[in-house]
């Protein structure tokens, strides 16, 4: 899925030396240019992608374009939810998992980790994280399941708990596999592309956080136009 900084400065009974106030006059008797309609920030969002033109001057991007690196994402998004936006390779593909919003539609996200085990256990575990929904959906509104898929070679694992995402006894160099599974509620139908992203862990039996990796899941209307749908509070 970032945080806005309010900052109440201390020394603000000087603000009227620094900037000068509307319909006042310069030492030189000319007129003030420097009022406070002038340094106000800029709230508008010429592109309507839900980012601010403010903040997309101080990233750099363009406040005239939604998708400033032209990689599909929209500026909102990348920034919202960690990626930067401008650099196309960026989500890169293997990072993101689209859900067609069709009855029965699912999408399935594999994870898989090589570990070097001397017997011990592990688990995986699915996490959603923020997202800038305009209905307060998180991946876990999607979310049909995780399992325990399999162990390359299978001989290197004791017991494969599905259900527990875990794996028992796990000796050598072995490859673990696990999935997600995201499937589309009729209920949250929109006409615009949405993202939500979210995090696999895999953990060793001493609590020791092996992987950790962040994933895009992106819901794709049936007709795709390739608009984004922007958060219902101002712009970020």
């Given at each position: 899925?970032?945080?806005?900084?309010?900052?109440?400065?201390?020394?603000?009974?000087?603000?009227?030396?620094?900037?000068?106030?509307?319909?006042?006059?310069?030492?030189?008797?000319?007129?003030?240019?420097?009022?406070?309609?002038?340094?106000?920030?800029?709230?508008?969002?010429?592109?309507?992608?839900?980012?601010?033109?403010?903040?997309?001057?101080?990233?750099?991007?363009?406040?005239?374009?939604?998708?400033?690196?032209?990689?599909?994402?929209?500026?909102?998004?990348?920034?919202?939810?960690?990626?930067?936006?401008?650099?196309?390779?960026?989500?890169?593909?293997?990072?993101?998992?689209?859900?067609?919003?069709?009855?029965?539609a699912l999408v399935r996200a594999p994870h898989a980790l090589v570990i070097r085990g001397a017997g011990e256990d592990y688990v995986g575990a699915f996490e959603s994280l923020a997202a800038d929904d305009a209905d307060g959906l998180l991946a876990d509104d999607f979310w049909g399941g995780s399992i325990a898929l399999f162990a390359n070679p299978p001989e290197n694992v004791a017991v494969v708990e599905e259900e527990a995402e875990r794996f028992r006894g796990v000796v050598g160099r072995t490859e673990l596999n696990f999935e997600t599974t995201f499937e589309f509620d009729p209920a949250t139908f929109e006409s615009c592309l949405r993202a939500y992203p979210f995090r696999y862990q895999v953990k060793r039996s001493d609590g020791t956080v092996l992987a950790a990796e962040r994933y895009l899941l992106v819901v794709v209307p049936p007709i795709n136009t390739g608009e984004w749908c922007t958060p219902a509070l101002p712009c970020l």
């Open positions: 899925m970032l945080s806005r900084l309010a900052i109440i400065a201390s020394f603000s009974m000087w603000l009227p030396l620094l900037s000068g106030c509307p319909g006042t006059t310069t030492p030189d008797g000319g007129a003030d240019t420097i009022g406070r309609a002038d340094t106000a920030p800029d709230r508008g969002d010429d592109d309507n992608d839900g980012l601010c033109n403010e903040n997309e001057m101080n990233r750099a991007t363009d406040p005239l374009d939604p998708d400033t690196d032209g990689d599909g994402y929209s500026d909102f998004v990348e920034v919202a939810h960690g990626y930067n936006p401008l650099i196309a390779a960026i989500p890169a593909d293997e990072e993101v998992f689209q859900l067609l919003q069709e009855p029965g």
